[in-house]
């Protein structure tokens, strides 16, 4: 299912969304229906700004119908000495769709928009004590557990208590023994023929997300670094007639650039309604996964990967 930065546009159906999860979950949430719901459809509006460095950024999922099934957000903060900060909130998934990786490619892709604002180490959030299911998932995205604030949030006659969790950005990662400390492939370069119709391709078809686009003019060259939501990057560049690089016959070097999804059907339909064209589904015998493969518009070979992951999500 695709995830992408929702806009004004979408303020209607992420209202719906976010209302049906504060009355279905209220555990989960700090807002409630009562408080959100007279609220004008501008203030939903304001939620989801548009520009190159926003106050907040909310992602949403949808399914195969175009409908939105999840959503999250981020709130960067302001003030001089919590700039380094942003806070991860109003996570939700509809029941219906869980089970099939929403949850971790929602928190996958607001790191990634994370590890791409300039000045940014850490991101926070808090999720309900007792949701396990919930701390797992952040948990195998990088967050840690920094404390708990008891009686949190009142719950009827009650209360609940607030997990304090922290994703370090810039956390360091303990190289394997004998090894050159890799970690994961950072970014894949792709040198173009026509940079406007490249561009198009990846930002437009694709759906890939601009983290920053330069000319290089003593080259005549432009750069334009795309993001995934693992936080590897795509780097398109542009350069005065480069030769071809034949895809067929298959030679040497490397042979294509494969993108994980989570639902390889649903991607297969967006490429087709897009006019890209792709190779019958199959299985890859060795791990049982179905792929596919495809081409840019230079004909580099690319690949749909079906590595679906579980999640499940709702917090504040």
């Not at 008891?150 to 810039?170: I, R, S, T």
């Not at 030679?251 to 989570?262: D, K, N, Y």
């Not at 199959?282 to 999640?311: C, I, K, S």
Request: aromatic letters at 8%; one cysteine or more; proline letters at 7%.
């Amino acid at each position: 299912m695709p995830v992408r930065r929702l806009a004004p546009a979408d303020a209607p159906v992420y209202r719906a969304l976010m209302l049906d999860a504060y009355a279905r979950h209220p555990e989960a949430f700090t807002s409630t229906v009562a408080e959100r719901e007279p609220l004008p459809l501008a203030w939903w509006e304001a939620r989801l700004p548009e520009g190159d460095s926003p106050g907040s950024l909310t992602v949403g999922a949808f399914d195969a119908q175009g409908a939105l099934v999840g959503a999250a957000g981020l709130l960067f903060e302001t003030r001089e000495r919590w700039r380094h900060k942003a806070t991860l909130f109003g996570m939700v998934v509809e029941t219906a769709a869980r089970g099939a990786g929403l949850g971790r490619a929602l928190v996958d892709a607001l790191l990634a928009a994370a590890r791409a604002r300039h000045g940014l180490r850490t991101v926070q959030l808090t999720v309900t004590r007792g949701n396990a299911a919930a701390q797992r998932l952040y948990e195998a995205a990088g967050f840690r557990v920094y404390g708990v604030e008891p009686m949190a949030v009142a719950q009827g006659e009650g209360f609940l208590d607030k997990l304090h969790m922290a994703c370090d950005l810039q956390a360091p990662r303990v190289p394997p023994a004998g090894g050159v400390g890799l970690a994961r492939i950072h970014h894949a370069a792709i040198i173009c023929s026509d940079y406007a119709r490249s561009r198009r391709f990846y930002t437009d078809v694709l759906g890939l997300p601009v983290v920053a686009e330069h000319h290089r003019a003593a080259r005549d060259s432009w750069k334009l670094d795309l993001a995934l939501p693992d936080g590897s990057q795509v780097e398109l560049f542009s350069f005065p007639d480069p030769p071809p690089r034949p895809s067929r016959p298959e030679a040497q070097g490397l042979r294509h650039l494969a993108f994980a999804v989570a639902d390889l059907d649903a991607s297969v339909r967006a490429l087709h309604a897009a006019g890209v064209a792709t190779e019958a589904v199959r299985v890859d015998e060795y791990t049982g996964r179905r792929f596919t493969f495809f081409a840019d518009p230079d004909g580099l070979p690319l690949e749909l990967y079906e590595d679906a992951v579980g999640g499940l999500l709702s917090n504040r």
